[in-house]
């Protein structure tokens, strides 16, 4: 305890030797994470609006007016014997039309006066998870040759884009993440080394009277997880508020709503992951500093 | 030491052949010119050396063949004087005694006791909170010395201690190494200035182009 203590003072007393140095430090890394916050509050987001995307993947079928009963029910048995269909329902004009100013929320207004039956009779048919959009590709394709279906609609155009896009968004965010974590680990090293050179007469009176290397290099480690923790804590809070004060800004177009998707932070425990990304990337820059500094 | 043989490179050599013995509690002198091999002898009892050939027994333990790990548990029994002073600027005096046994992970009320008593040894004890710009020559080095003896260290070296001291400095600073000496410590002083040791009968060791010619085995 009494050692830690004493290292813990010693880390102090190096930090406050070089304020500047440290400064500069703390801030470039809470720089680097409030990037890193960023990158990872828009990967989380699209990854969780692409799931939502994915399994909310609806297909719609629109009859037309002259849709008569039987054509009706051969459309429903094609859809029951549907591979990957979950569940179907079928919605009357009118119940069409009252789910959709549902759906519209505080702009329903924009219906007043118009017809009441606006939309036609469809069956709204939601597929299994596993599904995938071959099958919803498939079934649209034969679903829009049968009589008595005006269209058939399921998103088909951002869908095949969706998937693709948010692979590639992600190994995007994976490399950029990745460099801008190497070059935190790049600055730290330096730091610490610039730190070891400043401080190389004092090593080497400390090896002279019997100084240990783990003596020696222990308070380097604590500086070194210690600002990285603290600028990957602020980084963190400053992604949180920029979160606070510009989301709220932004107007979510009406597809977002229709998905009842909601733009909120990370999840509480990101920031204990953050700040222990910081810790791990501190004390390893000061490794890598450690290990190319020749002992005396 | 046993036939020592030390050189920094092929046609370098710094000390040949050397053979000498020094007792517990002894206070002995290494003199010669500049270049002789006595700061390359001291340097190899506290390892900042590494000899080429030849055994260095220090309190019972061939320090020749020790091992990385145990170099700083050998320096903590070898107090060593610079003459250029090696403290640090930016610590207090106390500060600067206090490292040595810091090192050692002793307890802090230990620390504040031993530090306050060495520097009552050296005649320092009312600059303890000054930093070592602020102090004379001779007061630096007596910091030095204190540090150097805060654990009480079996033996003591002092390489060139009086170099950058006047006269009746260097004769205070022998007079202090005397009375550490007569505690137990063994003491050696590598030094031009034999006057002292001529006049208190220490014994003198003397080197010439890295040989001992007189004073060894």
Redesign the interface.
């Given at each position: 305890m009494?050692?830690i203590a004493?290292s813990w003072v010693k880390t102090w007393r190096q930090l406050k030797?070089t304020p500047v140095l440290t400064g500069v430090t703390l801030a470039t890394f809470a720089l680097v994470f409030f990037i890193l916050g960023m990158l990872v509050f828009t990967g989380h987001h699209l990854v969780a609006l692409s799931e939502r995307m994915q399994q909310g993947t609806e297909l719609s079928v629109f009859l037309a007016e002259s849709c008569s009963l039987d054509q009706r029910e051969q459309i429903q048995k094609s859809l029951r014997v549907a591979p990957g269909v979950r569940d179907q329902r079928f919605w009357e004009k009118n119940e069409a039309t009252d789910r959709f100013r549902k759906l519209l929320g505080e702009h329903a207004y924009v219906l007043d006066g118009l017809e009441k039956d606006l939309l036609p009779a469809s069956f709204e048919v939601s597929f299994s998870q596993t599904a995938g959009v071959d099958p919803i590709r498939r079934l649209a394709g034969e679903l829009s040759q049968m009589k008595g279906v005006e269209s058939v609609e399921y998103g088909e155009g951002w869908v095949d884009r969706l998937v693709p896009m948010v692979h590639s968004i992600r190994t995007l965010m994976a490399v950029v993440g990745g460099s801008i974590l190497f070059v935190g680990l790049l600055i730290m090293a330096n730091t610490i080394r610039l730190s070891i050179f400043a401080q190389q007469?004092?090593i080497?009176?400390?090896?002279?009277?019997?100084?240990?290397?783990r003596?020696i290099k222990t308070p380097f480690f604590l500086a070194g997880g210690f600002l990285g923790g603290l600028g990957a804590g602020l980084g963190g809070v400053a992604s949180w508020l920029l979160f606070l004060t510009w989301i709220p800004e932004i107007a979510l177009p009406g597809w977002l709503l229709e998905l009842r998707w909601n733009v909120g932070f990370l999840p509480g425990y990101w920031l204990g992951w953050m700040i222990a990304l910081g810790v791990l990337v501190g004390v390893l820059g000061t490794w890598f500093s450690l290990v190319r500094t020749a002992s005396g | 030491m046993y036939h020592v043989y030390l050189s920094y490179g092929p046609d370098s050599p710094a000390l040949c052949d050397i053979s000498l013995r020094v007792d517990k509690a002894e206070f002995m002198f290494l003199s010669g010119p500049s270049g002789a091999g006595k700061s390359s002898l001291l340097r190899l009892l506290f390892l900042a050396e590494r000899c080429n050939s030849g055994q260095i027994l220090l309190m019972g333990e061939n320090v020749a063949k020790l091992g990385a790990r145990k170099i700083p548990l050998l320096r903590r029994r070898v107090g060593v004087v610079f003459q250029d002073f090696k403290l640090l600027p930016e610590r207090t005096v106390s500060e600067n005694v206090a490292i040595r046994l810091e090192v050692e992970g002793k307890p802090r009320r230990e620390i504040q006791r031993k530090t306050t008593e060495t520097l009552r040894l050296v005649g320092l004890e009312h600059k303890a909170s000054s930093c070592p710009s602020k102090l004379s020559g001779g007061e630096q080095q007596r910091v030095a010395i204190a540090r150097a003896i805060a654990n009480d260290p079996a033996i003591l070296l002092a390489d060139e201690p009086t170099g950058n001291l006047d006269p009746d400095l260097s004769r205070q600073m022998y007079q202090l190494f005397n009375e550490i000496n007569s505690r137990g410590t063994t003491v050696l002083v590598a030094s031009h200035d034999l006057g002292w040791a001529g006049q208190n009968l220490k014994r003198v060791i003397r080197l010439e182009q890295g040989r001992i010619v007189s004073g060894g085995l």
């Open positions: 009494a050692y004493m030797r007469e004092e080497r009176i400390l090896r002279l009277v019997g100084a240990t290397e003596f | -």
